[in-house]
């Protein structure tokens, strides 16, 4: 009798094993699969710029569309594919193969929140807005300033994007990483002195100027990357520079040396 009722529980018994396996692979999956239309593709790489010089990373990556025409029709150096999904690491590696681009693109069975896509210049998403949330302060921690990010129907909240479009009728956003510039910044040009004090909110700065021991208005204040420009009540044209780290090197002459981060 024992035989007899192990011989009946045991399918039973495989079947509540095998749901638990399913239900927990599928609670590590932070966004459902569906494939982005070959279209909305092209228009985000092509809003991304994306050229020969540019390592991209497409994260939630499925069938590998993205990193493929990367390289393939974009001539991309390296594309990446995050997904945790190894079905679709399986399919995207077997399309690469089909476009020839494996010597170019490769794809990661893995949690994209334990990647290190720090040497990205293009980041490419289509994920859901809470993920993209918990993704941000890591794109504006580790990425270089000047990296294009776009994704596919969903935003980073309150960091509005520098770019948007439309493509066969789907929202898709584009960031470019901003530098780190809040603070007081010593400028010295080829025939003045004076310091200005910069706040900062993702691309958006203002600030105000000391020019001969007198306040004056910093007027048209932009960022975009590395990419600084503003001019200054009292002194001629415009100041145009790129940030790196606590320098930021000038057209025609001026430069600035932050002195302080804190304000």
Avoid: C
């Amino acid at each position: 009798m024992p035989n007899a009722k192990l011989r009946f529980l045991a399918p039973l018994i495989a079947a509540v094993l095998v749901a638990s396996s399913l239900l927990v692979y599928a609670q590590r999956l932070d966004v459902p699969y569906v494939p982005t239309p070959q279209q909305v593709v092209d228009r985000m790489l092509e809003m991304a710029n994306v050229g020969k010089d540019d390592i991209v990373f497409d994260l939630g990556s499925g069938d590998g569309r993205i990193a493929i025409t990367a390289v393939k029709n974009r001539g991309a150096k390296q594309a990446f594919g995050v997904d945790i999904n190894p079905v679709r690491i399986k399919e995207a590696t077997e399309n690469a193969k089909i476009a020839g681009v494996t010597d170019k693109v490769t794809f990661l069975e893995q949690d994209l929140f334990k990647t290190d896509f720090s040497k990205a210049t293009v980041l490419t998403m289509y994920l859901l807005t809470d993920v993209n949330l918990r993704l941000r302060p890591v794109i504006l921690e580790t990425l270089k300033p000047g990296t294009r990010v776009v994704s596919h129907a969903f935003n980073l909240g309150d960091w509005e994007p520098d770019y948007s479009d439309k493509p066969d009728g789907r929202d898709v956003y584009m960031w470019i990483v901003p530098a780190k510039v809040e603070g007081r910044w010593d400028i010295t040009g080829p025939n003045q002195k004076f310091s200005i004090s910069l706040k900062q909110e993702y691309s958006t700065i203002s600030g105000t100027t000391t020019l001969d021991g007198k306040s004056a208005k910093l007027n048209g204040a932009m960022l975009r990357g590395e990419n600084i420009q503003f001019s200054v009540e009292g002194l001629p044209g415009k100041f145009t520079g790129k940030v790196d780290g606590e320098k930021i090197t000038g057209e025609g002459g001026w430069s600035g040396v932050r002195t302080a981060r804190n304000i």
